[in-house]
């Protein structure tokens, strides 16, 4: 057995409006998303090309990256009890 549902009011002006908004933050956030995610990638690429440039060793080229990866991975917990703490938007401003 299926059911399907479906509202039993009609919807009214507020209710558009409401699901207007609702559909462009879904847009504002997935382009916010999508281009957050391109700029890691360029930022990983950019400081291997310099790193190569600038290191005395080639073996040093990913250096930069490492600790920047390893910074992400230590301030996780941190700003997380800080967002518990303080709340998310103190955390982001922090951050």
Known sequence: MAAIAEPTVAKTALDLIDDRLAARNAVVLGVAQ?????NNTVIVATTTIIGSMLAPDPALATLPISFMGAGMWMGTIPVGMLAKAYG??????VG
Request: hydrophobic share 55%; glycine share 18%.
């Open 34 to 38: 999508a281009l957050a995610g391109g």
């Open 88 to 93: 998310r938007r103190f955390a982001l401003q």
